[in-house]
């Protein structure tokens, strides 16, 4: 069976433009589009977005408790972390996704 991370890269490849592709910053890997990177994962179900501070405020969207990774990130950021812990969690990350991707 397919990792969560699998399943949700199998449904972002479909979106033209973005690529699965080694991180230049965080190891691991990250989503370009383009040249331009935009986001990467923490781990199998974690994705770190960004997404803007004016879509994070018009969403309503609270940065997760616990951060691992970005304890100390203000509510100010332009990026956020998005976990994703069941198969129904991908395609809400798919629409965030692309979200992002019309920021660009």
Not at 84 to 97: C, Q, S
């Amino acid at each position: 069976m397919d990792t969560l991370k699998a399943q949700l890269l199998h449904e972002l490849r479909k979106i033209e433009g973005v690529e699965d592709r080694p991180s230049p910053v965080s190891g691991g890997s990250a989503l370009f589009y383009g040249d331009r990177p935009f986001a990467h994962f923490h781990d199998d179900h974690e994705l770190d977005l960004r997404l803007t501070k004016k879509v994070i405020k018009a969403l309503g969207m609270p940065h997760p408790p616990g951060s691992r990774r970005h304890p100390g990130r203000t509510a100010n950021s332009a990026w956020m972390e998005v976990r994703f812990d069941t198969p129904g969690d991908i395609e809400p990350v798919v629409k965030l996704v692309r979200l992002a991707v019309a920021q660009l």
